[in-house]
């Protein structure tokens, strides 16, 4: 993952984060719910004193890859936790990104044809959060 600093923060972690987090396996089928297909996901990060403008994009999830994100340079990064329950992902990461540690956990929760979720990244004292939203645009194509 890379990430450029900008006040203190970074501008666009998490859409990395997600490459890994869908790279890493996922759920068992039987244990997690949730509509296959291709949805639209809203990501708005938010640092103290600054928001950042919402970024969307697309992606085709299904229950071995249902962490939604946005393809981008992948970095040092390993779970400490990734579960799935009923309509819930969620999950830790322990990454060195540009050098330095940095602890991030993320939870999706998915309700029929929407999903919403967060993200809590903490660096170097700092911490940012993301929040997701979506929504099911139809069948993978």
Same mark, same amino acid.
């Given at each position: 993952?890379?990430?450029?600093?900008?006040?203190?923060?970074? %501008?666009? +972690? +998490?859409?990395?984060?997600?490459?890994?987090? !869908?790279?890493?396996?996922?759920?068992? !089928?039987?244990?997690? @719910?949730?509509?296959?297909?291709?949805?639209? +996901?809203?990501?708005?990060?938010?640092? #103290?004193?600054?928001? &950042?403008?919402?970024?969307?994009?697309? =992606?085709?999830? @299904? =229950?071995?890859?249902?962490? #939604? =994100?946005? #393809?981008?340079?992948?970095?040092?990064?390993?779970?400490?936790?990734?579960?799935?329950?009923?309509?819930?992902?969620?999950?830790? &990461?322990?990454?060195?990104?540009?050098?330095?540690? !940095?602890? &991030?956990?993320?939870?999706?929760?998915?309700?029929?044809?929407?999903?919403?979720? $967060?993200?809590? +990244? $903490?660096?170097?004292?700092?911490?940012?959060?993301?929040? &997701? %939203?979506?929504?099911?645009?139809?069948?993978?194509?």
């Amino acid at each position: 993952m890379r990430a450029a600093k900008v006040g203190g923060g970074w %501008s666009r +972690i +998490i859409l990395g984060l997600f490459l890994a987090a !869908a790279l890493a396996g996922g759920a068992r !089928a039987g244990d997690f @719910t949730f509509k296959e297909g291709l949805w639209e +996901i809203t990501v708005t990060l938010q640092m #103290p004193g600054m928001s &950042l403008p919402p970024q969307k994009f697309t =992606h085709c999830l @299904t =229950h071995t890859q249902a962490v #939604p =994100h946005k #393809p981008e340079d992948a970095e040092d990064c390993k779970f400490t936790k990734q579960e799935a329950r009923g309509n819930r992902m969620i999950w830790a &990461l322990e990454c060195h990104l540009e050098g330095r540690p !940095a602890y &991030l956990e993320g939870e999706v929760e998915y309700q029929g044809e929407r999903l919403t979720g $967060r993200v809590r +990244i $903490r660096d170097e004292g700092e911490e940012m959060t993301q929040h &997701l %939203s979506g929504r099911w645009l139809g069948e993978c194509r």
